[in-house]
């Protein structure tokens, strides 16, 4: 079946970028998410994209697909405090409806 | 209703009990998703129902676990004889179509 992998930690400097990244091994994933969750808090839907893109961009978050590495990432500009969170990333295969994910990666904002 | 509605927020059972959780989805949506998230792991899918029945149910770990939705809006996940490696935070997410998956807070559920 699908696996997704993440690194599981980041540490960034208020206003840097922040960029984690994903990776998966079934190529023909054709929806790929990046969602967020805060502590004690449901997962919130950042962002998302098609098997058929190449890039998305979103106000701060820009989301780029290399389909030939199957690696997926999400680039947030202007890291705020508000940003730390863990995120993951998580993609649905061929004609399945389920959603697997990653183990997650745990944005820190320092000051 | 405006997102997805999951409860009880927090439920604590002794082992060897009967427990029932309930997600209330998205009005209209067809799509029903039960996962499981285990502490410092992702979702792992339990179950999927499109409309009433369960289209794919190969996450259920055991004959323990089953999932009602008879009305095809509010699911109820059922976990009989819990034991202490039940405990874990049960999410509940609905779609429409279009590929958007919304998902509820979540229910904390510890076996002690």
């Known amino acids: 079946g699908e696996d997704v992998e993440q690194s599981l930690f980041l540490s960034v400097r208020e206003g840097d970028s922040s960029v984690i990244n994903c990776t998966y091994t079934?190529?023909?994933?054709?929806?790929l998410y990046w969602y967020k969750q805060e502590p004690g808090a449901g997962l919130q839907l950042l962002t998302y994209i098609f098997s058929n893109m190449d890039m998305k961009q979103d106000q701060r978050l820009t989301v780029l697909l290399n389909k030939k590495d199957k690696h997926l990432s999400l680039r947030i500009a202007d890291t705020q405090t508000g940003d730390s969170a863990i995120y993951f990333c998580a993609v649905i295969t061929g004609t399945a409806s389920k959603l697997t994910f990653g183990t997650g990666t745990r944005l820190q904002v320092m000051l | 209703g405006a997102g997805v509605s999951q409860t009880p927020s927090n439920k604590v059972t002794e082992k060897g009990k009967y427990v029932e959780l309930r997600c209330d989805p998205i009005?209209?949506?067809?799509?029903l998703y039960w996962y499981r998230q285990s502490l410092g792991q992702g979702p792992e899918f339990l179950i999927y129902?499109?409309?009433?029945?369960?289209?794919?149910d190969s996450g259920l770990p055991n004959d323990r676990f089953f999932a009602v939705r008879p009305e095809g809006s509010v699911s109820t996940l059922k976990i009989q004889r819990t034991e202490r490696g039940d405990s874990a935070v049960y999410l509940c997410?609905?779609?429409?179509?279009?590929?958007?998956?919304?998902f509820g807070s979540g229910t904390r559920l510890t076996v002690v």
């Open positions: 129902f499109q409309g009433t029945g369960a289209a794919d």
């Open positions: 079934d190529s023909s994933s054709t929806y």
């Open positions: 997410a609905s779609s429409s179509s279009g590929g958007i998956y919304t």
């Open positions: 009005s209209g949506h067809t799509a």
